[in-house]
C-alpha cells in the first residue's frame, strides 16, 4: 500500500507530530518522528518537497536505485511525487536526530522560487546519493533551518513569505557548493564513473542488437551504472564538462565516422545500424556536430 500526503498536516499526523504551526511549511524535529510500528516497510508518495537532514538513523530508506542507511549526518533532498520507502527494523532502537523540512510547492506562488527551485539538480537524486556534510557546513545548514523555522513562529506580515524565500534560496546554494565539493573530493570514484560509462556505450555502440530499439537513453545509461540520470549528469559536468546525453552523442558520432570511414554501407543503412529510425535525423545531428555531413565527411577520405 502507498500512503499520499496531499498536505503537510497529512504528514505531520502520520509521523504522530503536533499539528504543523503553517499548513505550507514545517520544520520537523527528525527525533520527535514515529512512523506507525505496525509494518516493516512503509511507502509513500508526498506533494511537497522534503529536505532532509539526518543523523543516527535506524531505519533504511529507499528512493531511486538503493537502500541507503543513515549512520552518518547526510543532506537529502526530495521532490513532489516522488515515492519513498521506509524500511523500519522493529529490533534496533537508536536516537536519531536530525531536521526535515518540509514546503509545499503552493507557499513558493509568485517567487521565483517557484521556477527556479527546479533548476537544482539534485531533487532527483537517490538516496544513496545523498550529500556529506562536514561539521561546520551541518552548523550553518541547520542555523538557516532555524532561521527558517523562527520566521514562520513569529508574527505573519508582509516580508515574512520573502524573508522565508531568500533563506531557502540560500540553503539550496550552499547544497549545490556543497555537492560540487563533494564531486570534486571523490575524484577518483568519479572517474571510475566515467570509466565505467566509455565501457557501456562501446558495449551499446558495438552491438547491434541492442540498438534494435533505438539509441540509448540517458535513463538506461543512468540504470546501467545504478545511478540516477540527474546525479550521472551533475558528476559528468564536473569532470568533463559535458552531460550524459553529450556523451552518448559524441560515442555515436565516433563510431558514425569508423563505419563511414571503412565501410561501403550507405549513409542510411549506417544511422539505421546506430539506432536511428529515420537517416535525416542521423545526418542532421551529424553536421551539428562536425559541421560538415557524413557524405562530406566520407567523401574526405577518396
Do not use: C
Amino acid at each position: 500500500m502507498i500512503h499520499r500526503f496531499d498536505s503537510i498536516s497529512e504528514f505531520h499526523s502520520y509521523g504522530n507530530l503536533p499539528k504543523p504551526e503553517h499548513p505550507l511549511i514545517s520544520l520537523v524535529d527528525y527525533s520527535k518522528v514515529n512512523y506507525p510500528t505496525d509494518s516493516n516497510e512503509i511507502k509513500w508518495m508526498q506533494n511537497f518537497y522534503s529536505i532532509g537532514l539526518k543523523r543516527n538513523v535506524s531505519e533504511k530508506f529507499n528512493y531511486g536505485q538503493q537502500k541507503y542507511d543513515f549512520n552518518e549526518g547526510v543532506f537529502s533532498f526530495v521532490a513532489p511525487k516522488q515515492i519513498l520507502t521506509v524500511q523500519i527494523n522493529q529490533d534496533i532502537k537508536v536516537n536519531s536526530s536530525g531536521w526535515l523540512l518540509l514546503i509545499h510547492p503552493d507557499f513558493l506562488w509568485n517567487t521565483p522560487l517557484v521556477n527556479s527551485i527546479k533548476n537544482y539538480d539534485f531533487f532527483g537524486y537517490a538516496v544513496n546519493e545523498a550529500l556529506f556534510l562536514s561539521e561546520k557546513e551541518e552548523n550553518i545548514i541547520v542555523e538557516l533551518l532555524k532561521n527558517i523555522q523562527r520566521e514562520y513562529q513569529s508574527n505573519i506580515d508582509k516580508f515574512s513569505q520573502n524573508i522565508i524565500i531568500s533563506q531557502i534560496e540560500l540553503l539550496l546554494n550552499y547544497a549545490e557548493r556543497y555537492y560540487e565539493r563533494q564531486f570534486i573530493t571523490r575524484k577518483i570514484s568519479n572517474h571510475q564513473i566515467l570509466i565505467k560509462l566509455e565501457q557501456i556505450l562501446n558495449n551499446y555502440f558495438n552491438n547491434s542488437e541492442t540498438l534494435i530499439n533505438g539509441i540509448p537513453t540517458v535513463t538506461q545509461i543512468a540504470n546501467d551504472l545504478n545511478l540516477s540520470p540527474n546525479y550521472l549528469s551533475s558528476v559528468l559536468k564536473i569532470i568533463s564538462g559535458q552531460t550524459t546525453q553529450q556523451h552518448i552523442q559524441n560515442k555515436l558520432i565516433e563510431k558514425a565516422k569508423e563505419k563511414l570511414s571503412t565501410t561501403e554501407q550507405s549513409v542510411s543503412e549506417i544511422a539505421y545500424e546506430l539506432g536511428f529510425e529515420y537517416p535525416a535525423s542521423f545526418s542532421k545531428l551529424f553536421k551539428n556536430k562536425t559541421n560538415i555531413s557524413p557524405i562530406e565527411f566520407r567523401q574526405s577520405f577518396f
